[in-house]
């Protein structure tokens, strides 16, 4: 069993920027990856970014340039730097830890105002 707990969630100005953290707890030898999901009103869940045990990572193109996913193996902790945002990017961000199974936070809300 993992347990994730987001915070950093909040309402921002387009352009602005916020920093996501995620805390994991339990089986965190277990994980694979972790990543940052995001899903907006009426859309389905999306991936944002992930990154592997080993450190390798991905991004969706829409946030190429802009977002940065990193982790603290030290603090088990995932972090989701997010730069230039733009209002398109308003959604809960959830965060999601990778074993055999797939583990969910309960998600924080990312609002960009125009």
């Known amino acids: 069993q993992v347990q994730l707990v987001e915070s950093g969630g909040g309402l921002v100005q387009a352009g602005g920027s916020l920093r996501l953290s995620c805390a994991a707890s339990?089986?965190?030898?277990?994980?694979?990856?972790m990543g940052w999901y995001r899903q907006a009103p009426g859309k389905q869940r999306e991936l944002v970014a992930v990154i592997t045990s080993s450190g390798s990572t991905n991004y969706a193109d829409s946030v190429k340039g802009r977002f940065t996913i990193s982790r603290d193996s030290a603090k088990n902790t995932l972090y989701l730097q997010m730069n230039s945002l733009k209002p398109e990017d308003t959604a809960v961000y959830y965060c999601?830890?990778?074993?055999?199974?797939?583990?969910w936070g309960q998600g924080t809300q990312v609002t960009v105002a125009s």
């Open positions: 999601n830890a990778h074993t055999l199974f797939d583990y």
């Open positions: 339990g089986s965190i030898s277990s994980i694979n990856s």
